[in-house]
């Protein structure tokens, strides 16, 4: 009965979903009107905030362009194969490191160190190891995305059943097949989270790269926009930008909803 009186006092303090939404709706509202507000104000330099109606303009002229395709195709690809190459070998790290205490204690540090330092700093010597061409970008996005997820795996290792891992052992399984039947399913949360960690950092990444040294993708679309001083185009390239890498979140996370509910 306790437990029951409890559960309805949760669910009486629970917000509910359309007072949630409604209040995103309004700071959003509340954000465009001011954007709109500070346009026509005269406080800032000419096209500095445009209105929101230039801004729609330059963002159906942006769309309709079949040169920006081509060039969400060149920073699309980067980040896949930045995601690829740099998920793939921290999830392997992080099995590692998360499996052998040794390990971890020698060389985990190290992760946590060079982490949060800003990977845009190696970015000359991206370009001297692979050159000024998409590769360059690649290698700085792989870099950035490699941290986040060695580290979300590492630990994710350590939160795994003691039980599930001496069943395994019980009857025998090898390596990979602990690592396939064992490790992978247990963390699905934390390599998820990683992931989806380590999708930002790769964007960011390449994007900090396109926009030092480059003529295709988005961050050179943007910089492009901004030397120029068309501020409508360079507002419009990252709404769009913002929307994709949104969606692209979005995807990532519904995919491991999917694969919890099919394990269930």
Not at 14 to 33: D, F, G, N, Y
Not at 117 to 136: E, H, L, Q, R
Request: charged share 15%; aromatic share 10%; glycine share 10%.
């Amino acid at each position: 009965m306790a437990a029951t009186d409890r559960l309805t006092a949760n669910a009486r303090h629970e917000p509910h979903a359309a007072s949630v939404t409604l209040l995103r709706a309004a700071m959003i509202l509340a954000l465009l009107a001011l954007w709109e507000f500070l346009s026509h104000t005269g406080w800032f330099y000419r096209d500095v905030v445009p209105s929101l109606l230039a801004i729609g303009r330059a963002v159906l002229a942006l769309l309709s362009r079949e040169n920006y395709y081509y060039n969400l195709g060149v920073t699309a690809g980067e980040v896949a194969a930045a995601l690829a190459i740099g998920g793939g070998t921290g999830l392997v790290v992080g099995l590692v490191l998360g499996s052998n205490r040794f390990l971890a204690r020698a060389f985990e540090p190290y992760l946590y160190y060079l982490g949060p330092t800003p990977k845009i700093i190696f970015f000359p010597v991206m370009i001297m190891w692979f050159g000024v061409d998409s590769p360059s970008k690649v290698a700085l996005g792989s870099l950035s995305c490699f941290f986040p997820v060695a580290l979300s795996v590492a630990a994710g290792m350590r939160q795994i059943d003691t039980v599930l891992i001496r069943v395994g052992r019980s009857f025998r399984a090898s390596a990979l097949q602990m690592v396939t039947k064992i490790y992978l399913p247990a963390m699905r949360h934390p390599i998820m989270n990683g992931v989806r960690l380590g999708l930002g950092v790769a964007l960011i990444g390449t994007l900090l790269a396109e926009t030092k040294l480059s003529n295709k993708g988005i961050g050179f679309l943007i910089i492009n926009a901004y030397s120029t001083f068309d501020m409508p185009r360079m507002y419009a390239n990252l709404i769009v930008l913002f929307v994709l890498a949104i969606g692209a979140n979005s995807l990532i996370g519904r995919l491991g909803g999917a694969a919890t509910a099919a394990r269930r």
